[in-house]
């Protein structure tokens, strides 16, 4: 079961502000699909390896060539907010 | 037969290569095609207002008009991964596998709707409309590529990429009756492609037939220095020509039949039906157990959120995309996050998040990854024995819009028979294999590693077989 005060720390972490209504649907919409997952509890896993890419494949290696980066009026195109050469935000506060 | 958007790509390849068809005129018939029929649709987020410059004589393609999933970057070109964070977002650079299919002379004639992010089975995670079925419009094309799919199903282009992380290609593809393709892990480069869950992602081919999806397959693959996980394909991707199934042995699954959960009756009928057609063929079928193939579903509700929460952190109002107003750093990130950000897309970042954060890693993530493991190593003992393992896409024919929005678990369900594919890396293939109340079944058919020219032949000589009729009723507009 994930609480609210779970809800409101994992959101937090994931840098989500969630409103009054979704704090309660997020608790248990998240304790059921977890609840669901918990059935991958019940398998003897003792010894197994983890996956993480599943394709053999290792050491991918290039040469270390310097290359044009991309300019710096063309990256700021997109950006919602610019100020001398770069993104502008608001302070980071305390 | 004679309006040119009837034909199959490799039908109006031939007929752009002889001169009998100019592609511009291809390129017009289809973007006709689009602003009449889209409307009752919505499988498009952006279209061609024009045929663009260029010239196409001597390319492999011919100038062949392709949807796009709006999940590739395109220069120029909005790409919006179906979310309002990126709404107004001009990437400065092309996708790998879109840039591939360019210089084989193909024409970007839209990019597609999808589930927000490709999280979804319905496509009604789209943060901007829903997608309609094609068969039915009342009812969802599958998701998360399934403004692909509904293109390709409703002729309004003649075959579309997209991208599957868990079925995202093979099950809307299955619910508009069209074949789908998710390639072996690593055989087209995922360079430009939005990241959702960076281990399982890969793009492939929506074709009307089988043969169209070994052509676009063949333009897609190949190492892409910009992807180290990109692999060179150890062979020639074919054109496929077999008719009989003589020598070939398909295993079918026990946890995977038609005697799974969730299966409906009338798509287990239409699998069991293909199973004969299979032996008559010459192929043999024979039952096998994937024992861990039923965690699937868990496994992978921990490992692609876990990798989506961490590639969806760089969504934060500072570089791109939507920003919303907040009086410092920490509150712009979180405003911004909450109003770009739709339902399915926050829930699976908090469970990504959860299943990551200190004290619950080893319980989730690492036990998923172990339960990746043990799937992977079920498969390679099948395919010692089998050259094929089969099994419906997906257990529903297309369901109401509306049926499952409240129900994540219902929604997740979808993905029960190709997510175990994914979290294997293996290539699979869905065919239309014939119809369960008026609406298409597909059938899965999947392979080793590296398997994809096994798979097409294969494919081929079922589809001669099923002689599917892929032009959905609903629509009232012939191809």
Redesign the interface.
């Known amino acids: 079961m994930i609480d609210r005060n779970q809800v409101l720390h994992v959101a937090r972490l994931a840098r989500l502000r969630l409103s009054e209504d979704e704090i309660p649907r997020m608790s248990s919409e998240l304790s059921s699909v977890l609840d669901h997952i918990e059935k991958i509890s019940e398998l003897d896993l003792e010894g197994v390896v983890p996956t993480s890419h599943v394709i053999e494949l290792e050491n991918v290696f290039r040469a270390d060539e310097p290359r044009e980066s991309w300019p710096t009026e063309r990256i700021l195109e997109g950006a919602p907010d610019v100020a001398q050469g770069g993104f502008r935000v608001p302070t980071p506060g305390q | 037969m004679s309006e040119p958007t009837s034909l199959t790509a490799a039908q109006a390849v031939e007929r752009l290569r002889s001169r009998d068809l100019g592609w511009r005129e291809l390129f017009d018939a289809y973007r006709e095609r689009i602003e009449r029929i889209d409307p009752k649709l919505g499988a498009f987020l952006w279209s061609a207002s024009a045929a663009p410059d260029g010239e196409f004589d001597s390319a492999p393609l011919q100038g062949l008009p392709v949807a796009v999933k709006d999940i590739f970057c395109t220069e120029g070109v909005p790409t919006t991964a179906g979310s309002r964070i990126l709404e107004g ?4 650079y092309t996708a790998t596998a879109v840039r591939r299919l360019e210089e084989a002379g193909s024409t970007m004639v839209g990019k597609t709707n999808m589930d927000e992010f490709a999280m979804g089975s319905s496509n009604e995670n789209s943060g901007y409309h829903v997608v309609r079925n094609p068969w039915d419009v009342e009812r969802v094309p599958g998701g998360s590529s399934g403004g692909s799919a509904a293109a390709v199903a409703a002729g309004l282009a003649p075959w579309a990429i997209g991208t599957d992380t868990g079925g995202s290609i093979r099950q809307p593809a299955s619910l508009c009756g069209i074949v789908g393709l998710k390639p ?3 055989a087209v480069s995922r360079y430009g492609m939005v990241a959702f869950a960076s ?1 399982l992602d890969q793009c492939g081919p929506l074709t009307r037939d089988v043969t169209d999806a070994a052509l676009l397959l063949k333009h897609l693959i190949g190492r892409d ?1 910009c992807d ?2 990109s ?1 060179d394909f150890p062979e020639e991707i074919a054109l496929p020509n077999r008719e009989r199934l003589d020598g070939l042995r398909f295993g079918v699954p026990a946890e995977l039949s038609s005697e799974a959960e969730g299966i409906e009756p009338g798509v287990a009928e239409v699998f069991d039906r293909t199973l004969a057609l299979i032996e008559e063929l010459g192929g043999s079928v024979e039952e096998t157990k994937l024992p ?1 193939a039923p ?1 699937g ?3 992978y ?2 490992l692609a959120p876990a990798e989506a ?1 961490a590639n969806l ?1 760089r969504y ?8 919303a107003d ?10 911004t ?2 109003d770009g ?1 739709g339902p399915e897309v ?2 699976r ?3 990504g ?2 299943a990551l ?1 200190s004290g619950f890693y080893e ?2 993530y ?9 799937i ?1 190593e079920d498969f390679r003992t099948a395919f010692e024995r089998f050259d094929f393992l089969v099994t419906p896409t997906s257990p529903t024919v297309a369901f109401p819009i509306g049926d499952r929005v409240d129900d ?2 219902a929604m ?1 369900a979808c993905d029960l028979f190709t997510l175990p594919g994914n ?3 293996l290539p699979g293939l869905s065919v239309p294999c014939g119809l369960s109340e008026g609406l298409p079944v597909g059938l899965q058919l999947l392979g080793a ?1 590296f398997a994809e020219n096994r798979l097409l032949a294969a494919g081929h000589a079922l589809e001669r077989a099923f002689a599917f009729d892929p032009a959905p009723p609903a629509l009232e507009v012939s191809r």
């Open positions: 977002y001009v990437p400065p072996t892990y690593g281990s220095p180290s996980t692999l861990h965690h579903i868990s496994a509700y921990v929460s952190a934060d109002g500072v570089r791109f995309g939507l920003r907040g009086d410092d750093l920490l509150s712009l990130y979180e405003s996050r909450a950000f926050k829930r970042i908090m469970l998040t959860f954060s319980a989730y690492g036990r998923a990854q172990r339960v990746r493991t043990k992977a994540p678990l997740y979290l294997a890396g590693p």
